[in-house]
């Protein structure tokens, strides 16, 4: 995987089409597929909504998003219907962050989210456009990074190094057992993960995940039982691989 994009620059309107043209030509060129290790990933010819990119030997699809500064909390995204009509059908494209350096013309981080990290609360409805607008009426969406637990965006390349490829596959990997899970059964267990990642600690007691009961009873109001799901999702962690009973109500993250 080389990091600089290709030699050949073409002149466009603006900066943000050259960027766009340029990194999906990179994307094209140097990514591979996190899925199935496919060393390769070929582009849609003709405009997808939303999707960018696909694998011929998995049939997994990629959306890229590349911008010069850093991701921050949230992403712009397509139409908000779309993207949750994918979801609902479990057929949403894995996610490509891509942020280059305009002056180097290199790719300076990349990370990847598997498809099955996008439920209901990771996305947001955007206000539709005024009615003085080209498309008025349009109701766009937000992807909400920061409602994806860390371990699910997966660094490809790390301050413009290229990290190991067969380390990448194995996070990957180790995600797995999450896309058995369906509907809100996947949306706690992913809510419950962003909560342990963010207490910023591997070793914890089930008072400390109880702290963020107040959090999830407002992603999910209609539910009286935040703390049994909460014991019900540390074992389905535990199945998974991702975390370990440590005894007497003692958890450390794998
Ligand atoms: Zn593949």
Known sequence: MRIGFSEAATPFESASQTARVETEDWAGTNMFCLNCGCPRLNRYTANKPVADLYCTECGDQYELKSQSRAFGRKVMDGAYETKINRLRSDTSPNLILLQYNRKRRTVENLKVVPRYFFVPQAIERRAPLSLTARRAGWVGSNILL?????????????????????????????????????????????????????????????????????????????????????????????????????????????
């Open 146 to 254: 920061d409602r994806i637990p860390a371990s699910g965006q997966i660094a490809v390349i790390q301050s413009g190094i290229v990290r190991n490829r067969s380390h990448v596959l194995e996070e990957w990997n180790r995600l797995r057992f999450i896309q058995e899970k369906r509907g809100d059964a996947r949306g706690w267990l992913l809510e419950v993960m962003r909560c342990l990642q963010n207490m910023g600690q591997s070793d914890f007691s089930l008072a400390d995940v109880y702290c963020f009961e107040q959090e999830l009873a407002a992603v999910y109001p209609r539910n009286n039982n935040v703390r049994p799901k909460i014991r019900q999702q540390l074992q389905v962690l535990r199945d998974g691989g991702f975390l370990e009973f440590l005894g007497n109500g003692r958890y450390r993250l794998r």
